[in-house]
């Protein structure tokens, strides 16, 4: 069974800073990955999609890596800002299966 | 163009009462999925559409939880004499096809008194 694990689960920083997000699965057959943000009662909004034979995808300030063979995915902000603070999830769709096992989260509180 | 929509945002019902969910997919998109948000579970898929069929219904909680997809297009999530533990969001996705980019809707927030 595919488990999804997100360190840190809160994180807060002063704006400006680079900062990382850790997304680790025990299940290194997957046919893709993806990160969301998540505002608070609002739904998920799609960042980056990386497929499995991809090393990274790049969206503005978001870089998302994969390394799929240690099981284990970085998001990765540049010059973080009040606007990003926000629950970041990750999902991974293993392959044959169509449904997105979802991390825990980690919530992001960027300070002005 | 729009996206994922879903309907009522908001449903409190009394226990043991039936509510439907809908949702309305993105055009185009053959694929149409469920999940469920509630404290404490994190999000858990429920099942997945790809046209008019379920082909997995593995995340299904119960036999009071039933979905349908008309017309490769909006799907209603049925709970049949809800109880408590049913409050949770509900969450629709599509995607293109199966396996493609998932894109979500803004849920419908169940609170079963």
């Known amino acids: 069974k595919q488990e999804v694990t997100q360190i840190p689960a809160a994180l807060s920083v002063p704006e400006g800073e680079n900062l990382v997000l850790n997304c680790s699965f025990t299940?290194?057959?997957?046919?893709?990955l993806q990160w969301f943000r998540q505002d608070p009662g609002k739904g998920l909004t799609s960042l980056l999609l990386i497929q499995s034979s991809q090393r990274e995808q790049t969206s503005g300030r978001l870089n998302a890596s994969l390394d799929k063979s240690s099981g284990r995915s970085t998001l990765y902000i540049a010059a973080s800002q009040p606007g990003d603070s926000a629950t970041y999830l990750c999902a991974v769709r293993g392959t044959g299966f169509q449904k997105l096992v979802f991390g825990t989260g980690t919530r992001l509180l960027v300070s002005p | 163009g729009a996206g994922v929509s879903q309907s009522p945002s908001n449903k409190v019902t009394e226990k043991g009462k039936d509510v439907e969910l809908r949702c309305d997919p993105i055009?185009?998109?053959?694929?149409l999925y469920w999940y469920r948000q509630s404290l404490g579970q994190g999000l858990e898929f429920l099942i997945y559409f790809q046209g008019n069929s379920a082909p997995d219904k593995s995340g299904l909680p119960s036999d009071r939880f039933s979905a349908e997809r008309t017309g490769g297009s909006v799907s209603t999530l049925t709970i049949q004499r809800t109880q408590q533990e049913d409050s949770a969001v509900y969450l629709c996705?599509?995607?293109?096809?199966?396996?493609?980019?998932?894109?979500f809707g803004p849920g419908t927030r169940l609170t079963v008194l």
């Open positions: 055009s185009g998109h053959t694929a």
């Open positions: 299940d290194s057959a997957i046919y893709n």
């Open positions: 996705a599509s995607s293109l096809a199966v396996g493609d980019e998932q894109f």
